[in-house]
């Protein structure tokens, strides 16, 4: 299967966090990612076109056991109900240069595992 969207994404299980309006910190998982995104499901709904303050736990390439803390913003793109949870696209922002390093470490990673086979 050849993935054709402009930035592939990659499956992951990662937890994050979003600051509310509230002030409240919503716990959420990523379930894929890409170099300029990242999918997640929350148990409550994010608002469309909102910017978040958030943080995204990703592990070490070396050490996947290392997590780093990345913080950056995310602006809703869509969200969808689905089985009791909300799927959420963001586009990442805010992000430091050494973190999206990493980001696309990630998604390098996983792009040549699969063409590799």
Do not use: Q
Not at 2 to 11: D, H, T
Not at 82 to 101: C, W
Request: aromatic share 6%.
């Amino acid at each position: 299967m050849v993935e054709l969207r402009r930035a592939p994404r990659i499956n992951v299980t990662w937890r994050c966090g979003i600051k509310l309006s509230d002030g409240r910190l919503l716990m959420c998982r990523a379930i894929n990612i890409s170099s300029e995104g990242i999918l997640l499901i929350s148990e409550e709904k994010l608002i469309p076109s909102r910017s978040y303050p958030m943080m995204v736990e990703i592990p070490g390439i070396k050490d996947p056991k290392e997590i780093f803390r990345v913080s950056c913003k995310g602006n809703v793109r869509h969200v969808v109900l689905s089985d009791g949870n909300y799927r959420a696209g963001i586009h990442l922002s805010d992000m430091s240069e050494v973190h999206k390093e990493l980001v696309s470490a990630w998604v390098s990673m996983a792009e040549k595992k699969f063409s590799s086979g």
